[in-house]
């Protein structure tokens, strides 16, 4: 068998038959074919110097958060993630996204308060220092300890000696410049007492004294809180509580102390009476009829703050009674006598209080709440007393439902953002505070090469969110719910047609036309929802054509006795099917019937995208309609078409009716690549399992071996696996050399459970370290199982694509046509006509000509694009927008207005044809047309294959970027295909950067990198070197606070903090080094900007020196502030002292 495919491959090759028969080449570069009928002559600008990959920044909420930490002088934020990632965030434009090698997750996070640097505590317990005075922040220090694990850090304000607090109870000092560890260590055994027997735990909470910086309070986790006198080392006092300790907060005269308790107490301490609580509160628990207290909840966290105007606040979370279940998480707010209680709708990670000072003894006037959730940031503002929230200025719920798709649009039409900005306005939540953010650090331009850019994001519950993304920004503009189409069904009432049980809204794709405004939607209930834009309100009815795009169910008894069954439409298919209610079979069997009921009374629409048509596929004799894999729009000829596993279907938005509906088999005509051989359905169909749910805990997807997601999976943005087959099926013998690829999916699937979102697929790629069963790898190969002539097949549309050009080698003019490309690497080519009169268009058919086969390669279809003769893109023709609902003119009558770029209208009228790019999972082709003859070829992998490929601009001129399954982002000129860049990019990733990966043009991309953020990249070198112009400064120079002015009286009689020389204390001097068993130090990597200074060798020496003088002056203006601020304290103490001996100079001594 295996010889005679050979010689049949052979003889295919051989054979003539234009470009079907074409031989494929493996050579890396874009080879040009032996016949090219004249020589194109385009001059190719983009060299690999053009090219350099980057990330340029993330946007959303930080995915699985852990940790929060807060500069209250510059007034930025950072949030540290279980991942490793961090990301810093201040005033709207300022957003940083950093994250650490080691992918360990962040414990916790000290700013050094305006130093403009930030140190990271992370699992693997190494601590890193992070320089925040550069755009992109760099680790300038990493210390690991090796005997001991991380529980607790604390950095006193102005101090260069980090406190750390282990797991066996000890407390060590680092020196924050130079990242060592101090000979001085707080041993467990010595902070007890002797009699002691039991460990006292893990160290949960450090601070200093705000009375005295010499005195230390360590909090260990089976309730005992010790203050250790550094000068003296050793115990001032010792305190005991048979609850486990969860935190500490001081007062801030330094004299009283609160600690939270795991069964839902607040204990008040005062230093002058340790051997019990001066207070013990239950704030939600409540005294029983048998006299007992109900048992709560931890109290995971406290705050004490004061207030000069107003009573203290006491900020918790957590403390609920257990008896109350279902209750939402908490937040509570304790102002004097009033308790408000802020119910969450999410589990707080942390939260921390915002105060007007950075001093810990001075009074804290707080004015705000920062609180982290496991899905949510938001800020409340204390200066009200119904505590509102802030609007939050970032995108942090681009996952308030989970994305199932993404589009990128770059260059877009200016005056669109503005409209859509005004509309969505109308709807924005309201009751907010009326205060302005109060993160407000660093500082961010807009950037000198900004264009608009919009980012279109799908959701499972059906909404669609249009997000500005200009100037590497991201802003919510418009929300469309598509889900306001349909009917809901009342309480208790059973679907009959649904596909999914949960989620049946969920988006597959979208296409988006922003000239004329036109919208299309792809549900996971194989529907399509036209819509279009107006700015005016409207009350009109939403029309429902149904299509039958389903193979017939016949019993055949063997391959001889009948004849296959076509999978074509029903008599009279040309137009829609209209289904009936209750026009399912006998016996409970689904036919004809939608999945979803469309509202049938007039809908009231307000302004924006009103919803015009609705495209539903049927069940037929039982089997579910197949998921739509394929969709493209043109505006300009009113049509609509898509394709499934099934086949291919057009219709005429504009007259509302059904012009084409075919299989793929009835596609090919005579021009068939492929030999037929009959088989009979299978009665008993394979049940495999359905889609998971999304969570955090992501479950990895199995995969056949014979099949790549990417045709049905990945191209259409698949919530679900693919379409329905057809159960008369016929399985295919290639006849071409590329034949090996052809079978795809088995047997027919049940109905789904649920809507998977893009977030939670998660399919590991292969790397040469991967550990594990490859079964779930994206590049494995596909050749042995794939060549099998005996395996049934199938043959999806993947790729659609109108424009101007030639539906036959003779013709001498373009018309319109629709390409199409399927699973099995075949295009074709199917001519139109189209009425080009309004009144014409609205009244007389579009005749669509009979199609044929043009190319074969290698996997399946993905992109498909146009160029003229000189190497530009040609532009699909367009309609000028045009309310639809607006006032009318009788001077001036409203009239379609149509934008046609057609190939002889971009060549000065020389209609000598056009090139067509076309390619798929394993190759690229450059044709002629007309002539259909392939100037160049290119295998783009072997070892793998494309999951996404797109035509964009960039560096001014044209190219076809790739992303590939083993994490490969490659770019090839455009005719020639010659390779410019290849990186690996993502040498892991999953499923759901393979489904939300998108290019656009600017020589951008971006991707779902987790379930909630979304990352943007460029692989065009003029934009990495503007980067960073672009991003936002993290560090601004701000003058430090003064201490308050406390008054003599106070500080006469002690109530000023006494300073402590730490230097003295635990420096090398006086405390000698620590052992180096117990710590190692990692220099840290240079960053970015330091790269690229070092790169360019004067360069780069006069760029160091510049920053060491930056720092030096820097240095010198603090030494100069300080010397300043010495100089005042010391004026004002010798006028305190002189008014003193002023007063007291005539007094006798017994007058004192």
Not at 507 to 513: G, L
Request: hydrophobic share 35%.
């Amino acid at each position: 068998m295996k010889k005679f495919r050979k010689v049949l491959d052979g003889l295919t090759t051989s054979s003539p038959g234009g470009t079907l028969g074409s031989p494929s080449y493996s050579s890396a570069a874009g080879t040009p074919t032996a016949s090219t009928p004249r020589e194109i002559d385009v001059q190719e600008t983009l060299v690999s110097e053009n090219f350099q990959l980057c990330k340029t920044v993330r946007h959303g909420f930080p995915y699985q958060p852990t940790a929060l930490a807060f500069d209250p002088v510059q007034k930025i934020v950072a949030i540290g993630s279980r991942t490793g990632g961090v990301r810093i965030l201040g005033r709207p434009g300022v957003d940083c996204y950093c994250h650490h090698e080691t992918t360990a997750a962040v414990l916790q996070l000290q700013f050094l308060i305006n130093e403009g640097a930030l140190v990271t505590a992370c699992a693997d317990d190494t601590l890193h220092l992070w320089n925040l005075r550069q755009r992109r922040p760099a680790i300038l220090h990493s210390l690991k300890f090796n005997r001991e694990r991380i529980t607790f850090c604390h950095l006193p304000f102005q101090s260069k000696w980090l406190y750390v607090g282990t797991e066996r109870g000890n407390t060590h000092i680092v020196n924050i410049e130079s990242f060592v560890l101090s000979g001085y260590v707080i041993m467990w055994n010595k902070a007890i007492e002797l009699c002691t027997k039991t460990h006292p735990g893990p160290v949960v909470h450090l601070s200093d004294s705000p009375k005295d910086e010499g005195k230390l309070l360590i909090g260990f986790e089976s309730g005992t809180v010790v203050q250790w006198d550094l000068r003296m080392k050793k115990v001032d006092f010792r305190i005991y509580y048979d609850e486990a300790i969860h935190s500490v907060s001081w007062h801030h005269e330094g004299k009283q102390f609160m600690c939270s308790h795991s069964d839902g107490s607040l204990t008040l301490w005062n230093q002058r009476n340790t051997a019990r609580p001066f207070q013990i509160t239950f704030p939600h628990g409540k005294i029983q009829k048998d006299g007992r207290k109900e048992s709560c909840k931890p109290i995971l966290k406290v705050e004490y703050k004061t207030s000069r105007n107003s009573e203290p606040f006491v900020i918790f979370s957590g403390g609920l009674s257990y008896d109350k279940a279902g209750r939402r998480p908490t937040l509570t707010i304790m102002h004097g006598k009033a308790i408000t209680v802020l119910e969450m709708d999410h589990p707080i990670v942390e939260f921390m209080v915002l105060c007007e000072t950075p001093y810990n003894n001075e009074v804290q006037e707080p004015y705000a709440v920062v609180v982290l959730l496991e899905k949510d940031f938001i800020v409340v503002d204390l200066t009200q007393s119904n505590f509102p929230i802030f609007e939050n200025p970032y995108p942090m719920d681009i996952h308030e439902s989970p994305v199932t798709c993404t589009a990128y649009f770059a260059d877009c039409p200016p005056d669109i953002i503005p409209i859509l900005y005004s509309i969505g306005a109308k709807h924005k939540k309201t009751g907010f505070s009326q205060k302005e953010w109060p993160i407000t650090g660093g500082t961010w331009n807009v950037g000198s090469q900004t264009y608009p850019e919009i980012i279109i994001t799908g959701h499972a519950d059906g909404s669609i969110k249009f997000w500005d993304a200009s100037a590497i920004t991201l802003q919510m503009l418009y929300k469309l719910k598509t889900s306001k189409v349909f009917e809901k069904p009342k309480p208790g009432e059973v679907r009959g047609g649904d596909l999914v049980e949960e989620d049946p809204y969920a988006v597959q794709m979208v296409s988006w036309c922003p000239q004329s405004r036109i919208f299309c939607v792809v549900g996971i209930s194989a529907h399509i929802i036209l819509y279009r834009f107006s700015k005016y309100e409207a009350n009109t009815p939403i029309v429902s054509l149904e299509v039958r795009l389903q193979c017939d169910t016949e019993e055949v008894l063997s391959p001889s006795e009948t004849e296959n069954q076509p999978c074509s439409p029903e008599p009279g298919s040309h137009s829609p099917v209209q289904a009936s209610p209750g026009s399912g079979a006998s016996e409970g069997v689904k036919d004809s019937i939608p999945c979803l009921k469309v509202k049938e009374r007039p809908v009231r629409v307000p302004p924006g995208y009103q919803a015009e048509l609705v495209v539903q596929l049927l069940w037929v004799d039982g089997e579910p309609p197949g998921q739509i894999t394929s969709l493209d729009i043109n505006s300009a000829y009113g049509l609509l078409a898509f394709g499934n596993s099934n086949g291919l279907a057009v219709v005429d938005y504009l007259q509302k009716t059904l012009l084409l509906c075919l299989s793929t088999l009835d596609l090919y005509g005579a021009a068939d690549p492929y030999q037929r051989l009959t088989r009979s359905p299978r009665k008993n169909r394979q049940s495999t399992s359905g889609l998971t749910e999304l969570s955090d805990n992501q479950q990895s997807v199995d995969m056949e071996r014979s099949k790549s997601p990417t045709s049905d999976h990945v191209n259409g943005h698949c919530t679900s696996p693919t379409s329905q087959p057809c159960s008369a099926g016929k399985p295919r013998i290639p006849i071409g050399p590329e034949g090996s690829r052809l079978a795809r999916r088995g047997p027919g699937r049940p109905p789904f459970r649920k809507a998977q979102s893009a977030a939670c697929m998660e399919i590991s790629l292969p790397v040469s370290h991967t550990e594990g069963s490859r079964e779930n790898s994206f590049s494995r190969s596909r050749s042995s199982s794939v060549s099998s002539i005996d395996r049934e097949t199938k043959e999806a549309v993947t790729t659609l694509q109108f424009g101007e050009s030639y539906g036959r080698k003779g013709d001498a003019q373009p018309t319109p046509c629709l390409w199409v490309g399927t699973s099995l690497g075949v295009v074709l080519l199917i001519p139109m006509s189209v009425p080009t009169e309004e009144e014409e268009r609205l009244e007389e058919p579009v005749t669509i000509g009979p199609g044929g086969a043009v190319l074969l390669m290698k996997g399946s279809i993905l992109r498909l694009a146009f160029l003229d003769l000189a190497g530009a893109i040609i532009p699909g023709p367009h309609e000028v927008w045009r309310d639809p609902n607006g006032p009318e003119d009788p001077d001036r009558p409203r009239r379609r207005k149509l934008i046609n770029f057609s190939p002889w209208s971009s060549q000065d009228g020389c209609a000598e044809g056009h090139l067509a790019v076309v390619c798929s999972e394993r190759q690229a082709k450059v044709l002629l047309m007309p002539s259909q003859a392939c100037l160049f070829v290119h295998n783009i992998t072997e070892s793998s294959f494309v999951l996404r490929a797109d035509v964009v601009t960039a560096c001014n001129s044209v190219c076809l970027a790739c992303f590939c399954a083993n994490g490969h982002i490659m770019t090839l000129s455009l005719p020639s295909l010659r390779p410019l860049m290849d990186v690996n990019y993502l040498p892991m990733t999953d499923m759901r950067i393979a489904r939300t990966f998108c290019f656009t043009n600017g020589g951008q991309a971006l991707y779902l990198s987790s379930p909630t953020e979304v990352q943007r990249i460029t692989f065009s070198q003029d934009m990495c070197e503007n980067l960073q112009e672009m991003l936002g400064e993290l560090f601004t120079p701000i003058e430090t606070p003064e201490v308050q002015n406390r008054g003599f009286l106070k500080g006469f009689f002690g109530g000023n903090a006494q300073n402590l020389d730490r230097e003295e204390l635990f420096g090398e001097a006086s405390a000698g080094k620590a052992s180096r068993s117990l710590a190692q130090h990692i220099p840290g990597q240079v960053g970015m900007e330091g790269m690229k200074a070092a790169a360019g060798g004067v360069v780069g020496d006069l760029a160091r020196a510049r920053i060491a003088l930056d720092e030096r002056g820097q240095r010198l203006g603090e030494l100069e502030d300080r010397t300043a601020h010495m100089m005042t304290s010391a004026e004002t103490f010798s006028k305190h002292a002189h008014e003193l001996m002023l007063k007291c100079k005539d007094k006798k001594w017994y007058q004192f």
